[in-house]
């Protein structure tokens, strides 16, 4: 009987959550929201990317990235949050590590913190409600 490997797709590609070596690009959610979290994670790990940790405020976030780091490549952080928001989350692990990259995502209306979050060092921004395409881009813009 054959098997899969037998018959080589030729749409194969890399998916892009993964590197060059073919290791995949490690991400921390930090978002309030858990339908969020969810969503963010379902649609990196189709890609290949590895959620390596999730947390529920800035301050969790912040917590988190310093106790993954240096094994992450990349945050999504939400803007608005209870007991530390986004921005501030981002000065904290920016301020812990100037190489950071940081993706905001912010609920339509937020122009004004997103400006702030991308001068602080934010490296892209995403506008809820998420769309894949958009999520996927705008990460990939980010790592590559």
């Excluded at 979050?117 to 990460?139: C, F």
Aim: hydrophobic fraction near 40%; aromatic fraction near 6%.
């Amino acid at each position: 009987m054959k098997t899969k490997s037998d018959f080589p797709s030729i749409n194969e590609r890399t998916p892009d959550g993964q590197n060059i070596g073919g290791s995949a690009f490690k991400v921390l959610v930090v978002d309030d929201s858990m339908f969020v979290t969810k969503q963010i994670g379902q649609i990196l790990t189709s890609e290949g990317f590895e959620v390596v940790g999730t947390a529920g405020d800035g301050l969790e976030g912040v917590e988190k990235y310093k106790e993954l780091y240096p094994n992450v490549d990349l945050v999504t952080m939400d803007i608005t949050m209870p007991r530390m928001d986004g921005v501030s989350a981002l000065e904290k692990i920016i301020e812990f590590d100037k190489d950071a990259k940081v993706v905001m995502i912010s609920a339509l209306g937020k122009q004004d913190l997103v400006k702030k979050a991308l001068l602080i060092g934010a490296k892209n921004y995403i506008v809820k409600p998420l769309d894949r395409k958009k999520v996927l881009e705008r990460v990939i813009s980010v790592l590559k």
